[in-house]
């Protein structure tokens, strides 16, 4: 297979929406049939975003094999179906690591190690291992070009694509075209003076994405063809979109697709077949009614901490005609007084408590928890959520007053507590408390079995699923019987019966927690099971209301 390798670069500001545009360019082209893999350069030197915190960088994307990867390649599985795993992301750290354990095993046989060529090397190897895996390989470099951080990245990139050339290497760079109201205009400097920068690093882009809040006029495009030396239909308007979801039509509609496709010479592509993606955005653009579904938790001053979560719930919308609004609640906020967050909760039809670490907000989570069970409102508990509502549920009915977490302290019940041992692809994997905490939790995809007659059987339609985890703390199985006793089943455990995956109330209209993270699942054209059902309660709470 001739791999064509296609690099996303970014310049002018970050969060310019490159992880979106691979994954759209990618969908695209797997709407022509073609066979796409996409990854990720990021240039910090954390070994992984595992140790981050959400506010620093966003949500902690989590494969199948385990890997805690950068948000943008939950983007890319959601656009086009595709397993992420750990191969798919590499940062600084990581390379860094690799080249400093190889000069300790003697592997470069005495030479004095230096960036060129050993670190870019190590990038180089990165990118080529995935030649073969498809007919494109779209990698998007993280950061912004002038960083110096990314230099090492860009040096690579540079000479990677002088040795495939310009029949398998194509440079995309995505820049801004910010509009000053003062002039009324949008200005074209800023990108000349990115493509500059990049063109000065040795790498000449071929295709420019253009981002911009409004219409481009045409001769501001021409003026930046000609004063970035770029044929005049391969520069680009991405302006913004309704929806992330319709980013693969205007991009379509624009012609990026095609000129890609010019780009590395082929004429004689297949039509892509954009059906599937004409028919999501029908729903969205059409609603047949609203829900409103509060977000408790203690990251809400970013958007992106809660990131699958957020497009899961688009999902379930998607999946059964309505628009999901989401109200974020800071579950810091009620840690002392129910009374606020009766306040902020009324009115709404459904409940999330999402993942989170640490004690900070987990007793504004408990009285969530408790407002949902006893209103009647349908309740889901992600991961720390299930804990929350298992301590809950152990506190207020089964007269547990101390029931607590190991992870806030020793003090009291250890109704949740520290794993310390597990196994994963049949190797024992064991923790301690003095384990680093850099990529060292139960991590990735586990089985799990779910009791016959179940609500979630129901949903999932089978007794056996897979989930992803990321946590290191789990319900303690000894007090099963206390809890059950009071209406809060186990109803899905591993294999082995001891670790609880699934609670669920069974006098609840819809009240469920899982240990795992459903939403890193969750896909526009194949909506989790979950959150399909969970949309669907909420929507017959809004009716009785």
Not at 199 to 223: F, T
Not at 489 to 514: A, Q, Y
Request: charged letters at 25%.
């Amino acid at each position: 297979m001739n791999t064509k390798f296609i690099f996303i670069t970014g310049g002018v500001v970050s969060s310019l929406g490159k992880g979106l545009g691979s994954a759209a360019l990618g969908a695209l082209l797997q709407a022509r049939g073609y066979k796409v893999r996409l990854c990720k350069l990021d240039p910090y030197l954390n070994v992984d975003p595992g140790t981050m915190s959400p506010f620093q960088h966003g949500e902690v994307f989590v494969t199948d094999d385990g890997a805690e990867t950068d948000l943008d390649l939950g983007h890319y599985e959601r656009f086009t179906g595709n397993p992420a795993c750990k191969s798919d992301n590499t940062t600084t750290g990581r390379i860094y690591t690799n080249v400093l354990q190889r000069e300790r095993r003697g592997d470069y046989l005495g030479a004095t190690v230096q960036v060129i060529p050993h670190v870019t090397n190590e990038i180089k190897d990165f990118i080529r291992e995935k030649d073969g895996s498809a007919d494109f390989v779209l990698c998007e470099i993280g950061g912004t070009v002038g960083d110096i951080e990314s230099l090492p990245f860009i040096e690579a990139l540079r000479q990677f694509g002088n040795e495939m050339g310009r029949e398998r290497a194509l440079f995309i760079h995505v820049t801004l075209l910010p509009y000053i109201p003062a002039a009324g205009e949008l200005k074209t400097k800023p990108t000349q003076h990115s493509v500059k920068e990049l063109m000065g690093m040795g790498i000449r882009p071929r295709i420019l994405l253009c981002r911009a809040d409004r219409e481009i006029d045409k001769s501001d495009l021409q003026k930046i063809a000609l004063f970035c030396n770029i044929e005049e239909n391969k520069v680009i308007p991405a302006l913004d979109a309704s929806s992330i979801y319709e980013v693969p039509l205007t991009y379509h509609a624009v012609g990026l697709d095609t000129q890609v496709l010019d780009a590395f010479g082929i004429k004689d592509a297949p039509k892509p077949n954009l059906e599937e993606w004409e028919r999501i955005m029908r729903r969205i653009k059409n609603p047949e009614g609203e829900v409103t579904i509060a977000i408790v938790g203690k990251y809400t001053n970013l958007n992106d901490s809660y990131k699958s979560l957020n497009e899961a719930l688009c999902h379930g919308g998607i999946a059964n005609k309505v628009k999901v609004n989401i109200k974020f609640i800071e579950a810091t906020l009620f840690d002392e007084s129910a009374e606020d967050i009766a306040e902020e909760l009324h009115g709404v039809n459904g409940i999330i408590v999402p993942g989170g670490f640490g004690e900070r907000g987990a007793e504004g989570k408990i009285k969530a928890a408790q407002y949902a069970r006893e209103k009647k409102v349908p309740y889901f508990g992600i991961c720390f959520g299930l804990q929350m509502a298992v301590l809950e549920a152990a506190r207020h009915l089964a007269s547990i007053t101390d029931a607590n977490s190991s992870e806030f302290g020793n003090e009291g019940s250890p109704l949740i507590g520290l794993m310390t041992e597990w196994t994963k692809d049949n190797v024992t994997e064991k923790r301690t408390d003095d384990t680093d905490l850099g990529g060292t939790m139960r991590l990735g995809a586990f089985p799990a079995h779910l009791k016959k007659g179940s609500k979630v059987a129901e949903m999932y339609k089978e007794n056996k699923i897979s989930e992803r985890h990321r946590h290191r703390f789990e319900v303690n199985i000894n007090y099963k019987d206390e809890l059950e006793k009071v209406g809060f089943v186990m109803s899905g455990t591993s294999p082995d019966g001891t670790l609880p995956e699934i609670c669920e109330r069974n006098d609840h209209p819809w009240f469920i927690g899982v240990q795992y993270h459903p939403e890193l699942k969750s896909k526009p054209f194949d909506p989790h099971p979950l959150f399909i059902s969970f949309i669907e309660a909420a929507i017959a709470q809004g009716r009785l209301v």
